[in-house]
């Protein structure tokens, strides 16, 4: 009899372990970012940041992580103009976005990054130690914001 309420004990504290995990990992650190002081900015060929016009934005952070933000907007640039002036992002991954931040979608940016419906620009190089901050426009000008692991952290 005790090994079942011990058996029982384990699995209970599983279950709570697993979801306080599933609550910090989704919910408790990320916090909705204020817009009002934030800028979508773009690194020009020449290597100076640029700030584009970004309408509608809206982004979350978290200071657990520095790859844990993630940003949408639009923006009337074209995709032609936007290549012709800023600096290209080689090897650009979307990084999953708790699925509660609805307008960014990972799967879609990646899969029309990979099919040419979208370019990948550097926002700013090492944003933070190893992470650059990448910068994806859409053809029909929806634009995605996060951080990723650059060269420097991933040799």
């Known amino acids: 009899m005790s090994g079942k309420i011990f058996a029982g004990g384990i699995v209970v504290l599983a279950l709570i372990a697993g979801i306080a ?26 290597g100076s940041a640029d700030p584009i016009v970004a309408d509608n934005l809206q982004a979350i952070d978290a200071t657990s992580s520095p790859i844990r933000y993630r940003a949408c907007f639009t923006t009337s640039h074209s995709l032609a103009m936007l290549s012709e002036t800023y600096e290209m992002y080689e090897g650009a991954e979307p990084l999953i976005a708790p699925y509660w931040f609805e307008c960014f979608d990972a799967m879609e940016v990646g899969k029309a990054l990979e099919k040419g419906r979208a370019l990948a620009f550097l926002g700013q190089k090492n944003i933070a130690h190893g992470v650059d901050r990448v910068v994806a426009v859409m053809e029909d000008g929806r634009g995605f914001v996060w951080h990723q692991v650059n060269e420097e952290i991933k040799k």
């Open 21 to 46: 995990m599933y609550y910090l990992q989704v919910y408790y650190y990320y916090e909705e970012v204020d817009v009002s002081a934030e800028q979508v900015t773009l690194t020009l060929l020449e």
